[in-house]
């Protein structure tokens, strides 16, 4: 399936329909860029394959964006966390880490959701291995903080950094 500008921005407006925090959502709107093209690399191919991605959102303070992509890792997994502008060694597709099923996957894992201060301390006990939220939401670096320290001085047991914040993850 070829995608255009157009069929791009009622992907992102489907997802975007999912979430009832506005904060996440006024936050992407104001990121969100109208989709355009830049050839990346590709690393996994031929010296000089490239493959067209579509920038849909920019980070400017991370140099960061969200791009489209459906060669590479996708049709799969075809949202991918990218560098905005650099050499030419940083305007590959990246690594496959960094490549989603969904667009709020990727957004959710972006430099760009690190703005909001939407974090929560996860603890996941060993025995049982549920989760849940022992922090109210925080800046990502406090709360990053506070993951760091509960595992070295709860190492039994683990601790995360993530939101809460409802959206299909699957």
């Known amino acids: 399936m070829t995608v255009d500008a157009k069929s791009l921005n009622a992907k992102v407006d489907q997802e975007l329909e999912q979430l ?3 904060r996440v959502v006024s936050h992407i709107l104001a990121l969100r860029s109208e989709p ?10 031929r010296e000089d394959e490239q493959y067209p991605c579509w920038t849909v959102l ?6 960061t964006g969200i791009a489209y992509c459906e060669r ?13 502008d650099g050499d030419e060694g940083d305007m590959s597709i990246g690594m496959d880490c960094s490549w989603y ?15 909001l201060s939407i974090w929560r301390v996860f603890k996941t006990e060993s025995a049982a291995g549920e989760s849940h939220a022992i922090s109210g939401e925080g800046d990502w670096d406090v709360t990053w ?3 760091m320290a509960l ?7 683990r601790y995360d950094c993530r939101t ?5 993850r699957e």
């Open 20 to 22: 009832s925090d506005n």
């Open 36 to 45: 355009a093209i830049t050839i990346r690399r590709w690393d996994y191919g």
């Open 58 to 63: 920019r980070h400017p303070a991370s140099n």
């Open 72 to 84: 590479g890792f996708g049709p799969r997994s075809p949202w991918g966390l990218i560098i905005l």
């Open 101 to 115: 099923k969904r667009f709020l996957h990727a957004f959710f894992e972006s430099w760009a959701a690190t703005d």
């Open 145 to 147: 903080s506070k993951v």
């Open 151 to 157: 595992r070295e001085s709860h190492p039994a047991n």
């Open 164 to 168: 809460s914040i409802d959206y299909e």
